[in-house]
């Protein structure tokens, strides 16, 4: 120990990682204060960035697991192009915003004219942007993320988007870097209006050129001593680099992506939790059979019936059972439409997000290779006035640089609202079919008429009050955030697109729809208990019966009240989705659809 304070460095890292096992996970990011420092378990792998193929998970394990990242030769090579058309373009005389043009309601003030690698003009340029790096330590507004894999999403995935981008190589590379050293900027949380995530990305260049304060391996520490102990020089920023790097929607994209993982685990384990309720509640299984759900082919409506299906496979519901009624509360019955629909729901995220995450959303749009023959509209004046015909700073090569508006973040952001909404309409199902249970009505038997009362005295239970008061909470995030229209910086920028509070509210819909989850499960593996006590020889299927073995590890079925854990038993079930994803219990089932699988539209099936 004495030689541990001896080495300050040891002793921070060490008091980090004693932190970081006592912070909360990642999926209580909203209420948490504490900085939750990634665990590297991915880190002898390497993911190359090609600005077309990131995937979700490849993101997972950079943000999450801390997988290195380099660059493809492709990419270097296309972000290289679109450099030289940025400095031939300026050298050629020809207008580009945020460049030799200011920005915003500056967009026709004149920055600098002619060659940007002049000595003049290099000068100019260079204070500029080391000015404009500097200036970022005091953008955007707290609270501080607390999610070092959110700050790491936003880095991974501006380095893939970036490759499109007039980005110099210096910056290129030490964003690459600072991935891979673990240099994670300080990065405030509000200060985007949802489309430009420009206040986000100014903390991160910040940091890039040793201002303001960032964590090495989770310890923080001033930003500038962070990129020395990495063995990182600051950047030396060049021509457009801020806006090579701010300019972006990394901030929600990033927020999407971590949505979209946590949100196919809440759904797996909504899929499974389901099939044990069915055995809870000794259904009638009619509604998910292949033959009901042919009659109404929503591809992913009858993926996630057939899905049940194949878990409870093997269960008692296929026996004879004069006692079983014939139909279930609409909560039971609808829920595999319900469960159905948000997994359509995010799998329509999902091909946004990743279309997002693989292309430009930089304002200006830099297009090295093209001539006025690439399309029609090229060759017309308008368009030849932003022609560069190409020169030594380009290598010869020509290009276009456009003004666009490729940072509205839509559609993705109706998705994210539409996939809460969806949540909220699962959700709704969930908290009154575990109501249902309440009712001998469904259930045919009470506990009391199974379980004699010294059995009963020894079996957990729950709060019959909370899933009402979480689906309170769930419901009231099902209506979307306002669309705005604040004409700001003299009225150029007129639409905001809210997607820092639209993901961040999806994000926390599926945190308490997992708690919510956690009530159904209890509720569910209860009543399995119920069914085996009254025949002891009654099958659930495979999935059903390991996942209910492996919650019995940690919430008993017999145990003394003195023995029991201290903390609600909805928690503890909550903790044990999130350390026990459903694909641990089952990871068979049918294909999921593909967009292929879908009719035509105006076409029925036959």
Do not use: C
Not at 147 to 158: P, Q
Request: hydrophobic residues 40%.
């Amino acid at each position: 120990m004495l030689d541990a304070i001896a080495k300050p460095g040891i002793f921070l890292r060490a008091l980090s990682m004693t932190l970081a096992l006592a912070a909360p996970p990642a999926h209580a990011f909203e209420a948490s204060s504490v900085y939750q420092p990634i665990f590297e378990t991915a880190a002898a792998k390497t993911v190359t960035l090609t600005g077309h193929n990131l995937t979700v998970e490849q993101v997972i394990d950079i943000a999450r697991n801390g997988a290195k990242v380099e660059l493809s030769p492709e990419a270097l090579q296309r972000s290289t192009d679109a450099y030289g058309l940025l400095l031939e373009g300026a050298a050629e005389g020809i207008t580009i915003y945020w460049f030799n043009r200011g920005a915003g309601d500056q967009r026709e003030t004149v920055i600098f004219s002619g060659d940007p690698t002049t000595p003049e003009n290099s000068k100019l340029l260079k204070d500029q942007q080391l000015a404009r790096f500097k200036g970022g330590v005091n953008r955007g507004y707290g609270p501080e993320l607390q999610e070092e894999a959110l700050v790491r999403a936003i880095m991974a995935i501006r380095a893939n988007t970036m490759s499109y981008e007039a980005a110099s190589p210096q910056l290129t590379h030490l964003l690459v870097d600072m991935l891979n050293k673990r240099v994670t900027p300080v990065v405030q949380s509000r200060g985007t209006l949802g489309e430009g995530d420009l206040a986000t990305l100014g903390n991160i260049g910040a940091t890039m050129v040793g201002e303001g304060e960032a964590y090495l391996d989770g310890v923080r520490m001033p930003a500038a001593q962070a990129l020395s102990q990495a063995g990182l020089k600051p950047l030396e920023p060049f021509a457009a680099d801020q806006a090579a790097l701010i300019s972006t929607n990394a901030y929600a994209q990033a927020q999407a992506v971590l949505l979209l993982e946590d949100a196919r685990k809440l759904l797996e384990w909504t899929d499974l939790s389901y099939a044990m309720g069915l055995n809870g509640m000794n259904s009638s299984v009619t509604p998910i059979s292949a033959p009901v759900q042919s009659m109404r082919p929503y591809p992913w409506l009858t993926w996630d019936a057939a899905r049940v299906m194949d878990m409870i496979k093997g269960s008692y519901l296929f026996d004879e059972d004069q006692t079983r009624i014939i139909q279930d509360p609409e909560s039971m019955r609808a829920s595999s439409q319900r469960q159905g629909s948000a997994w359509q729901a995010w799998a329509d995220l999902r091909q946004s997000v990743l279309l997002s995450i693989n292309s430009s959303d930089h304002n200006p749009a830099v297009l090295p290779g093209l001539t006025p023959q690439s399309s029609p509209e090229l060759s017309t004046p308008q368009f030849m006035k932003y022609y560069i015909k190409g020169g030594p700073l380009s290598g010869g090569k020509s290009g276009y640089i456009f003004s666009n508006a490729n940072w509205d973040p839509y559609p993705m952001a109706n998705q994210v609202e539409a996939f809460t909404i969806s949540l909220t309409n699962l959700g709704v199902a969930v908290a009154q079919r575990i109501e249902r249970f309440r009712n001998p009505f469904f259930t045919v038997v009470k506990p009391a008429d199974v379980l004699k009362p010294d059995e009963r005295k020894d079996i957990p239970t729950f709060d019959g009050y909370l899933p009402t008061d979480l689906w309170q909470e769930l419901a009231d995030l099902g209506t979307p955030v306002t669309p705005n229209g604040q004409a700001i910086v003299a009225t150029v920028e007129d639409l905001e697109g809210q997607t820092r509070i639209k993901t961040q509210r999806a994000r926390e819909a599926v945190d308490i729809s997992f708690h919510l989850l956690a009530q159904d499960l209890l509720t569910a593996s209860y009543w399995m208990e119920i069914r085996k006590a009254q025949n002891p020889q009654r099958k659930f299927g495979e999935a059903p019966t390991a996942a209910l073995e492996a919650l019995r590890q940690v919430i008993p079925w017999h145990q003394e009240a003195s023995e029991r854990q201290k903390r609600p038993l909805g928690m503890v079930a909550y903790d044990f989705m999130q350390e026990n994803p459903a694909s641990k219990f089952y990871s068979g089932g049918p294909p999921a659809p593909t967009a292929a699988a879908m009719p035509a539209a105006g076409v029925l099936p036959r």
